[in-house]
């Protein structure tokens, strides 16, 4: 009975001691110090080795303005044989904030003098004087403990310290020693350092890395220096000066840095920097040795035939198309070809029924999950184009049954979705896009969102449904790459729907298609409707966003595009776009961020 009763007494006391403790770190949170202040007292005297109990009083005194009681709590802590060293930065930081820098600067030298007895303090001071912003103190501690003990490397903290000091060509050039040593990945140097770097050439951070990064080349030629470059050409949206650096970094690497290359012809594409990422997949498939490297990058030639695509490049593209099945066949090591042919066949000359043939025969080969998923999900789009969505729903719900939590199922459970939605069948489309709303993809989650709340949303205003399947066709007409077959009836929406809930999907809609007609003049009116009318509704940060992207890539407006950013990121700050938008912003206004 009584071991009982000490179980249920030990339960109790460790219960309300925690209790205490949550008590005294949420008030702190709160900013209410005060009742703070009373809970760490309690917890300090229960546990006086706690030093996390010890500084939240230390720091709840100091925001209450009692620094005669921080001091005596401090004078007791760093007066006994065992002392943890970090109080004496706390002590030092305490006399600090009384403007006593004599005082302060004592007690923060006795800390230095700490690492004399053990290097291993090192990392703990240097972190806590960097806490307080005595950046030169930490530097020093770092600095000394390396000194003591060779095996302690702290020059990625220093490295750190030099870009809070501003002294930013320091920094670069600690963070280059650690990679050309060895002692830190080319990933996490520049992670770090890209804060310091912007869009702009003539920016001093750019120029001083470029200087640093030269400087290192011609002491040591490594391709390391060539790769640094080709970075912050990228960053510079210098896409030759990158490509020159790449093409270097070939000859000295051999075919594994053709990836690289690759890599950038992809963002060069994406930045509408055509004949740059032409002159680079060219480059790729007459020098590389890999034959489905080379045939990538000829397949990324031939999406940019189909950038501006008439009769004659139809005829074109076909004949390459010709050459390179002639060459690898219907292979399975090959299946891009296969599936870029059967996407051509259909969306640009619109003969669906070959197409099919091709991905179903593809579908007999020695496949594992995910390349039999690949090709029935191009075959479902295909079906879907040529109006077969019965068979199309059966290929998505194969994938979605055999890769479930994949990205590849996602997808497929949406083009289920949106199936449905193109047949009419707008019930079974919101049940699929419930499920998508929670998708680890965030883009799928977004266009879930999106394409439900349009179907809901219209569905409650209008029982009959009329608009909602009139842009259900419209937006049909447009997968179907009729273009202005599409844009001929979300102007009849726009004409006899005014007023109601499908307006402004419909105004995005043709603005989208308007832009990829090149029609720039109307796609601006529609963007600007939408964010002059509709500035409240969930189609506004698209349109901010759609509308900075148009004046930025295409129309050369700079300040214009910002504006618009500008606008996502002080009123949309939810937005799926918000991310690119601030760092869109940000790249405009030639920031260099610190």
């Known amino acids: 009975m ?52 010890g500084e939240g009083l230390i720091a709840c005194y100091q925001q209450l303005e009692q620094y005669d009681k921080a001091e005596q709590f401090l004078l ?61 103190y930490a530097i020093k501690a770092y600095s000394l403990a390396m000194e003591l003990n060779p095996k302690l490397d702290y020059n990625f903290q220093k490295a750190r310290i030099y870009g809070e000091k501003g002294d930013i060509e320091q920094m670069y050039d600690s963070y280059l020693k650690l990679i050309s040593e060895g002692k830190a990945s080319q990933a996490n140097v520049l992670r770090n350092i890209n804060d310091f770097i912007s869009s702009d050439s003539e920016n001093p951070n750019n120029i001083k890395f470029k200087k640093v990064v030269l400087q290192n080349a011609q002491k040591n030629p490594d391709i390391l220096w060539n790769e640094l470059l080709s970075w912050l050409f990228v960053q510079q949206k210098q ?12 000859k000295r690497g051999g075919e594994n840095s053709l990836q690289r290359l690759q890599g950038l012809g992809k963002i060069a594409l994406e930045e509408q920097e055509i004949e740059t990422a032409k002159e680079i997949f060219e480059y790729i498939s007459q020098n590389s040795a890999d034959a489905v490297m080379a045939l990538d990058a ?13 009769d004659k490049v139809l005829e074109k593209v076909q004949g390459k198309f010709d050459a390179l099945l002639g060459i690898h066949g219907y292979e399975m090591e090959t ?43 191009t075959l479902g789009d295909i079906l879907v ?85 009139k842009y259900a066709r419209a937006d049909f007409l447009a997968y179907q790459n009729k273009k202005k077959d599409a844009i001929g009836l979300l102007e009849d929406i726009l004409q006899n729907h005014k007023g109601e809930k499908i307006e402004d999907e419909a105004l995005m809609k043709q603005a989208q298609i308007l832009t990829e007609l090149k029609d720039y003049e109307k796609a601006e009116f529609n963007y600007l409707k939408i964010v002059e009318f509709y500035a409240n509704d969930i189609l506004a940060d698209d349109a901010n966003f759609a509308l900075a992207e148009l004046y930025r890539n295409i129309l050369d407006l700079p300040e214009k595009a910002k504006a618009h950013y500008e606008k996502i990121i002080y009123n949309y700050q939810d937005s799926y776009y918000f991310p690119q938008a601030r760092k869109n912003f940000r790249m405009l206004r030639g920031d260099s961020i610190n």
């Not at 230095?112 to 240097?126: D, T």
């Not at 896409?239 to 070939?250: H, L, R, T």
């Not at 070809?337 to 003969?351: D, R």
């Not at 349009?454 to 449904?465: A, C, F, P, R, W």
């Open 2 to 53: 009584r071991l009982l009763h000490y179980i249920l007494l030990l339960i109790c006391s460790q219960s309300l001691f925690s209790q205490e403790d949550f008590l005294a770190k949420q008030y702190f949170e709160d900013g209410a110090y005060d009742k703070a202040v009373v809970f760490y007292e309690k917890l300090v005297a229960k546990n006086p080795m706690r030093t996390d109990y």
């Open 76 to 136: 007791k802590a760093v007066d006994g044989q065992n002392i943890y060293p970090t109080m004496l930065i706390e002590l030092g930081y305490n006399y600090t904030l009384q403007d006593l820098p004599e005082k302060a600067t004592e007690y923060y030298n006795a800390a230095l003098q700490k690492i004399n007895e053990n290097p291993n303090f090192g990392y703990g001071l240097g972190y806590r004087f960097q806490k307080y912003a005595l950046l030169d």
């Open 239 to 250: 896409y030759k000066s990158a490509f020159s650096q790449e093409k270097a970094i070939y």
């Open 298 to 310: 000829q397949l990324s030639l031939i999406d940019i035939d189909l950038l501006d695509a008439d």
């Open 335 to 377: 299946l891009q070809l296969q599936i870029a042919y059967a996407k051509f066949l259909t969306f640009n000359k619109n003969t669906a029924e070959p197409a099919i043939e091709i991905l179903r025969q593809s579908l007999e080969l020695p496949l594992n999950n995910y390349g039999k998923s690949y090709i029935k999900s």
């Open 385 to 469: 184009y040529d109006q077969k969505f019965n068979q199309a729903l059966i290929y998505f719900s194969q994938i979605q049954k055999d890769l479930k939590n994949d990205v590849l199922g996602q997808e497929a459970r949406f083009k289920v979705a949106q199936t449905s939605f193109y047949k009419g069948d707008f019930d079974w489309a919101l049940t699929q896009l419930k499920v998508l709303r929670g998708s680890t993809s965030q883009l799928i989650a977004n266009d879930a969102m999106q394409l439900s709340l349009l179907i809901s949303d219209n569905s409650l205003e209008d029982s009959t449904q009329t608009a909602l399947k």
